[in-house]
């Protein structure tokens, strides 16, 4: 920029503060928006070379990778595999965030329990949540991933450690389909962790692991767990149709 004398301005003195305002205001102007203008060009220029110079060929078929963006950072305890994890989200709008996340083609699961509704004017069996204030996600946990995830209306966090995301064993999961998609009734149950570990090797329930509490010699109940949300669910059967397993590692 030419200083104000050779550009045609003539400075007044200082009883002449009344004209001169406008051209000082004008002049700021344009050296602040050529200084911002500098600064922005070089800041655009440069990430759009990291960007060119970054390429992660596991995450070309993500369906949810935001390509564009940078680098793509992956937890540290799953990496770039596809995995379970659980979403933390406002309690009674588990299923509003599931649908909200189906449509943004996340993989996603919301166990339900039949219930009976608590209206005192009518009764009616009611689908609910069997953990209030939680849904399962499948997915590649990448920081983009994380981020679509969190910017649906009613997700909080996704649960993790100081490590990162923490990811669910795929058989817990296997587990509450299985129940859930048997005839016989579920109910919850206080969490547990340590027992007698068996696996069911026939009938409806088959392929479930969990800790046997027997009732008597022929009946129990299968207790199995999400440990990451320390929640239980417990359901009957057989002592006959389970065989004894190592705990899961």
Not at 34 to 39: E, M, P, S
Not at 61 to 73: L, T
Not at 173 to 194: C, Q, R, V
Not at 207 to 234: A, E, F, K, M, W
């Amino acid at each position: 920029f030419l200083p104000m004398s050779q550009a045609g301005f003539e400075v007044r003195s200082a009883g002449s503060s009344q004209g001169l305002a406008p051209v000082l205001l004008w002049y700021r102007g344009m050296v602040i928006s050529h200084i911002l203008g500098t600064i922005f060009q070089d800041y655009f220029l440069e990430r759009k070379s990291m960007e060119q110079s970054y390429r992660n060929p596991i995450m070309d078929h993500c369906p949810h990778r935001v390509s564009g963006r940078g680098p793509v950072i992956f937890p540290k305890l799953t990496g770039a595999e596809l995995s379970w994890f659980a979403l933390y989200v406002q309690v009674n709008h588990e299923k509003e965030v599931v649908k909200r996340l189906q449509q943004k083609s996340f993989d996603c699961y919301l166990p339900l329990m039949e219930s009976w509704s608590r209206r005192q004017d009518r009764r009616k069996k009611v689908q609910l949540p069997l953990f209030p204030g939680y849904v399962f996600v499948h997915t590649i946990l990448d920081n983009y991933t994380n981020v679509n995830i969190l910017k649906t209306p009613g997700s909080v966090c996704v649960l993790r450690n100081s490590e990162g995301a923490l990811p669910i064993p795929e058989y817990q999961i296997d587990n509450l389909k299985t129940m859930l998609g048997s005839p016989f009734p579920l109910a919850s149950h206080s969490y547990l962790k340590e027992g007698d570990w068996v696996r069911v090797v026939r009938g409806a329930l088959e392929g479930c692991v969990g800790i046997l509490l027997r009732q008597n010699p022929r009946r129990g109940r299968l207790v199995v767990s999400v440990d990451i949300i320390q929640r239980s669910v417990s359901i009957e059967l057989n002592v006959e149709d389970v065989e004894p397993v190592g705990a899961p590692a």
